[in-house]
């Protein structure tokens, strides 16, 4: 019979669960992480298309603020899921090297 039709030994499976829980746990992470940088691109793209047109059509430069912080926005979230993404690299290379 094949190894892979044996369940793992002992001393083994919960090492197994536990680096099986890590990659979940990592990977829901860096999902999570996508969705927020996505939402937030979103919301500025959308601000900065709004001020832009209010700009243009009254000249009031109080929209110049706007577009200002929704850029702010913009790389503040992005190097938010650069720390992620190095968390989560951190982790999984402390656990590759147990």
Known sequence: MSQYNKP???EYSAANTAQ???A???ALALSDATDNLR???TLSTTAIG??????LETGDPKYYNVIEQA??????GADNFGIVGEKIA??????SNN
């Not at 709004?50 to 700009?55: C, K, R």
């Open 8 to 10: 793992p030994e002992p």
């Open 20 to 22: 099986q829980s890590i």
């Open 24 to 26: 979940q746990s990592t």
């Open 39 to 41: 939402n937030i691109n």
């Open 50 to 55: 709004v001020a832009l047109n209010q700009l």
């Open 71 to 76: 850029q702010k926005l913009v790389a503040n």
């Open 90 to 95: 951190t982790v999984l290379q402390d656990e």
